[in-house]
Structure formats: structure tokens, C-alpha cells
């Protein structure tokens, strides 16, 4: 029998959630053919778009609010419309960004890249009231972050955060940098970052478990009522109802670890918006994450072998002094 609470007890009728996606892009990636000839794939991709397929994947009716313009946004309005998902967008003068990646090595190679241009006040006013506007109607709302610094402003994420919460809907953020600092200021329900990401931001200078810890409790006290820390293939940790837990999940040889982190997210964000507890849901988040990894498609995966790997995920107290050794080994997984 399944425990309370636990994913396979997700509710009949599927939560609906909101994903702010300021920065989709088209992607094309090389990789090795059968024949002599490459496979080309064509794709929407960037951190919100994958958030949202995940999210969908695990039964969720999902908005994606995000800025469409030039022949990327045209390409992408088109790729996106597969995907089930409920696509609200913004129409913008600049084009979305798009990346061209090669595979054929079994590593990822940037051949060409461009960003999405910022965007101008009318674009962000619709962007942002489009977003109210969906989540005000959602069980959840995901807050997700530009591919390249400033796009957007750390006020835009703050007003947003802080006027979604103040109407009663449910929060979660997946940031760094000063989108990270705006949206602390807002609050958020739950706060999902990655050890590198606070590195880079000069806020974490080990790795070490209770190191982490400490600064995911300070996060706590700028505006996040529960934190997850990712530390790729090592536990993550987890903050919440003044408890410091570690988080460990099950480990496979990884074939692409890019997107793992957004469905570990995504997941989250389906479990809150049916209204698991905060752990459980933190369950579903890990398992989706893990899975990720062992697949090509990034954000992708089926809700049946999620909730089953989900009862491999352990949460634990992290003890004074606790170190990483305890774990079992695991491949890289980058969350």
C-alpha cells in the first residue's frame, strides 16, 4: 500500500499550473545517425519551455506564458502547439533566441547561439499582466529565469512574486542572480536553486553539506518558506518547517544531464499544485530529475515510471557534520 500523501496518490482530476517563461528558444541538435548521415532535431527548448513539458508530462494542465516574435517565435509558436500545453503568448518586434548544438561527439558543442532581446515596456506589461492573469487561475504558479542577464529586471520578478502570493496562489521559483534576490523580495512558496548557481552568485564558497545548508537557510529568511539546494550527483538539500533534510534520489548513468534540473523542478511544482506536502513532493521533483538524465529529450519522461522511481528517493535529517561518503555512488547527474 502506498503511503499518504505519496505520489501515487496524486489526485483524478490533474492541477493546473502557470509557468512564466521569459526566454523560449528554438534548439537544433546534431546527432549521430544510423547511416552516414546525422539525425537533425528541431525543438522549442529554454528553461520554462522544458519546466512546462515536464509539468504536463506528469498529468497537469499547464499555461506557458512567454514572448514570441522575429522567425524564431513564428517557428516556435509552431512547435510548441505539439506539445499539449496551453500556449499564451506575448508578441514581441525582437526574435527569441536559438542555439545549434552538435552531439555527434557524445558531449554537447555549441556551434551557433543568440539571445532573446530584452524586452519593451508594452511587451513586459502584457507579458505581465498575461501572467496574472493565468496564474490567478492556476492551482500553482513557476516562476523560471531568462537565458542571459537583462532581459529582465529583479523588480519585474518581485512585483510578480508579491502580487501572485498576495492573491492567495501558490509560488515556486527556479532563479539565480538578481532574479533570484527580486523574487526573494516578492516571496516565494518554494524556492528550487542549484549549488553552482549560489556559487556563482558569491553566496556559497564549499560544497559541504551543512555549508549549503546555511546558506539555503538564509535564503529562507530573505523570503523563501522552503528552500531545495541541487548539488548534482550529490544529495540535495532541503529546508523546511525549520528542519535541514537531505535529499537522495535514485542514480543512472547519465545520457544527456541537461534539463534535469527542470524537471526536478517541474515536478515539484505538479506536487504542490495537487496539494501533496512539501516532501512528498520534493519526491516526485527528484524522480522526475533523475529519470531526465537517462533520456534524450530534455523535460521529458511518463508520469507511471516517475511516481515508481519517486519510492526510491530518501529524505533524511542532516546531521551535524554529515559528509556526502554516506550516500551510495552515483553517476554525474547535474541538477
Not at 496518490?9 to 544510423?34: K, M, N, Q, R, Y
Request: with cysteine.
Amino acid at each position: 500500500m502506498a503511503e499518504a500523501g505519496s505520489p501515487s496518490e496524486l489526485p483524478l482530476d490533474p492541477c493546473s499550473v502557470a509557468v512564466f517563461a521569459p526566454s523560449p528558444v528554438v534548439t537544433i541538435t546534431v546527432e549521430a545517425g544510423a547511416e552516414s548521415e546525422p539525425d537533425i532535431h528541431l525543438h522549442a527548448g529554454g528553461q520554462g519551455f522544458w519546466v512546462a513539458r515536464m509539468a504536463a508530462r506528469l498529468g497537469a494542465k499547464v499555461s506557458l506564458c512567454a514572448p514570441l516574435g522575429g522567425e524564431s517565435g513564428t517557428v516556435l509558436g509552431s512547435l510548441l502547439a505539439v506539445e499539449g500545453i496551453s500556449v499564451l503568448s506575448v508578441q514581441t518586434e525582437g526574435a527569441n533566441g536559438a542555439y545549434i548544438h552538435d552531439r555527434r561527439s557524445g558531449r554537447r558543442e555549441v556551434v551557433a547561439e543568440t539571445s532573446s532581446p530584452s524586452l519593451t515596456r508594452h511587451e513586459l506589461d502584457d507579458l505581465y499582466g498575461l501572467t496574472l492573469a493565468a496564474g490567478l487561475e492556476s492551482d500553482v504558479v513557476l516562476i523560471t529565469g531568462t537565458r542571459s542577464p537583462g532581459i529582465l529586471s529583479a523588480e519585474v520578478f518581485q512585483r510578480l512574486c508579491r502580487d501572485l502570493r498576495t492573491n492567495g496562489r501558490l509560488v515556486a521559483a527556479d532563479l539565480s542572480g538578481e532574479p533570484l534576490v527580486g523574487a526573494l523580495r516578492g516571496g516565494v512558496d518554494f524556492l528550487k536553486v542549484s549549488d553552482e548557481d549560489l556559487v556563482l552568485d558569491g553566496r556559497l564558497r564549499t560544497r559541504e553539506p551543512q555549508a549549503t545548508a546555511n546558506v539555503g537557510r538564509e535564503l529562507s529568511e530573505e523570503g523563501a518558506a522552503s528552500v531545495l539546494v541541487s548539488r548534482s550527483a550529490e544529495p540535495a538539500i532541503l529546508l523546511t518547517d525549520d528542519r535541514e533534510l537531505r535529499v537522495d534520489g535514485p542514480h543512472f548513468e547519465p545520457v544527456d544531464e541537461h534539463g534535469a534540473g527542470d524537471s526536478l523542478f517541474a515536478g515539484i511544482g505538479v506536487g504542490m499544485g495537487d496539494g501533496l506536502p512539501v516532501e512528498v513532493a520534493v519526491k516526485l521533483g527528484v524522480a522526475a530529475g533523475a529519470l531526465n538524465v537517462a533520456r534524450h529529450g530534455l523535460g521529458t519522461g511518463h508520469l507511471r515510471e516517475i511516481t515508481s522511481l519517486s519510492h526510491q528517493v530518501r529524505i533524511d535529517p542532516l546531521q551535524s557534520g554529515s559528509s556526502d561518503s554516506d550516500a551510495a555512488p552515483a553517476a554525474s547527474t547535474a541538477f
